[in-house]
């Protein structure tokens, strides 16, 4: 008896399922992560101080400040000491913020990270990167976080300018069985999308969008001083209120809201188009 071997190629048929509208099952929660940081000065600019909130279904729950030990000097740390203690703000050295705040809420809770050019900002608060293996993150940047192997690695992919592909890699504490990619919102990609412009501040989208709250400017940086460390509290302040005003934007495109699938004026365009249930050539077109 002859056997016969056939090798078959399968192409999925194309129901116009698209995971911006998320027919994928997502994590849902109710927290709400957003942080800022300000650097040094110099050509190297090392993290110097950042702030955080956190936010649980609209209400503020934690808030405080944290701090590089290598890059301040103990003039500003008690400075910032004294700040903290005279306000019943919370501080925490870099690893300590990284580890005890940043992980419990933005991975262990499932909080959606939200910032105003969230690149720069995870950049600083790293403290080691090595390029990012795999086909989908090929030529990306992978961002250790804290010393201990058990807090995953940060996987981003810049696509241009104006966004890039963010996700937690796997640990003990995000093992591939129970695999979660995090919920990364940058407000200057959203901004960008939903106002057609090149480029944009946080003090112009906060003006565009009619944010309540508007950026202020400082009279200088690189060095702590109390007028900076509550403009650096009222910038992360005002992140909050910009990201309701785009929030509201968006509603308006009566599209599914899953904001961080949106990189560019052209997401917003193909969620639309599949509202209106457009098929494109290809699928109206299978044997061209």
Known sequence: MATTYLRAYLEKENQGKNEFFGNKKQDKSNYLFVFD???????????????????????????GYFYSSKDCNNKELKILQEFCSANGINLYEHQKFTEKIFYKYVLLKKALCIGFNLLFDFSRIAIDCSF????????????????????????????????????FGTS????????????????????????GRKNISLEEAGKVFRSKDIKEKAESHGKITIPYLKYLAKDVLATYPLYIALMEELNKYNIPNNPEKIFSSASIGKAILNKMNLQSFKVQNPNF
Request: cysteine-free; hydrophobic content about 35%; charged content about 25%.
């Open 132 to 167: 990012t293996k795999g086909k989908r993150f090929h030529g990306g940047f992978s961002f250790t976080l804290s010393t201990k192997p058990q807090y995953p690695r940060l996987k981003i992919k810049a696509h241009g300018k104006e966004n890039a592909l963010i996700e």
């Open 37 to 63: 940081t300000e650097t040094t000065i110099d050509l190297l600019q090392n993290l110097k101080i950042g702030f955080f909130s956190v936010l649980h279904k609209n209400t503020l729950i934690d808030s």
């Open 172 to 195: 003990a504490l995000n093992p591939y069985k129970e695999f979660y990619k995090g919920k990364f919102l940058d407000l200057h990609t959203l901004s960008l999308a939903l106002s």
